[in-house]
């Protein structure tokens, strides 16, 4: 039995449930990807083009700081990694944290939540972050997903 991991970045709350009933649902241990400078509300305003995301969304090079370093990732067979969709991608906080691990070997599967796009382009985005022998997954938004839908797809891996 492979051992799982669902690690998450949640700006509001919102990928944290999702990240807490998948954990569940998939018997996998739980991480939050916290940044090391957390975000205010005026930082998370996307209206505002000189908000921190929106500064941080719009440049290709920005890793934010991450709080702290999962410590036992080579534990891990499988591993869930979860975000809120920005700018219909992945925050640049998950580019941090894919870059900062050892993935080979693994499965990766992300996971997501937003209040209205798809994963847009995040797998194309994410994936060469990492070792090429990582084996990622598409991914599923969990968004208004029932518990029993939940149970099965995390069943899946």
Known sequence: MSKKLVAYFSASGVTKVAAERLAKAAGADLFEIQPAN???RADLDWTNKKSRSSVEMNDPNSRPEIAE???NMEDYDTVFIGFPIWWYVAP???NTFIEN???SGKTIVPFATSGGSGM???VEILKPLCSASAKWDKGKML???SEQDMQNWAEQF
Request: charge should be positive; proline fraction near 6%.
């Open 143 to 145: 968004n208004r997903v």
């Open 101 to 103: 691990y050892d993935f």
């Open 38 to 40: 957390p975000y205010t």
């Open 120 to 122: 847009g382009k995040t």
């Open 69 to 71: 370093r999962l410590s």
């Open 92 to 94: 640049t906080i998950i």
